[in-house]
């Protein structure tokens, strides 16, 4: 049984930033594609980041391009999302995802068929 558990969140001032972590287990992680998508209050959940399963590419949505950061560790389980410079606007709760249709690398929310339970991230302007 696949597990994401998330880490991390909290709230922060507008220009701070936040680290937030995932553990997986219950998947071969080294072949697995990563991502982490956001929900705010009244919104659909959309695409934040993704890693590849192979060779650590790596895929960003337009809005958090240049201030977030997506990264794995094979070794650890782990995948990472480092946060800075951010808005008020990245205000959400974070879920971690891994993919389930063997894409290399995918931004798809339908691809990914495990989800973390999601860590709230508020930012204060």
């Known amino acids: 049984q696949v597990q994401l558990v998330e880490s991390g969140g909290g709230l922060v001032q507008a220009g701070g930033s936040l680290r937030l972590s995932c553990a997986a287990s219950?998947?071969?992680?080294?072949?697995?594609?990563m991502g982490w998508f956001r929900q705010a209050p009244g919104k659909e959940r959309e695409f934040v980041a993704a890693?590849?399963?192979?060779?650590?590419?790596?895929y960003y949505a337009d809005s958090v391009k240049g201030r977030f950061t997506i990264s794995r560790s094979i070794l650890k389980k782990m995948v990472y999302l480092e946060m800075n410079n951010l808005k008020s606007e990245d205000t959400a709760v974070y879920y971690c995802?891994?993919?389930?249709?063997?894409?290399?690398?995918?931004?798809?929310?339908?691809?990914?068929?495990?989800w973390g339970q999601g860590t709230q991230v508020t930012v204060s302007s």
């Open positions: 995802a891994a993919d389930a249709s063997g894409a290399v690398i995918t931004t798809r929310v339908e691809d990914f068929g495990s």
């Open positions: 890693v590849s399963r192979s060779d650590g590419n790596t």
């Open positions: 219950g998947l071969t992680f080294s072949t697995t594609a």
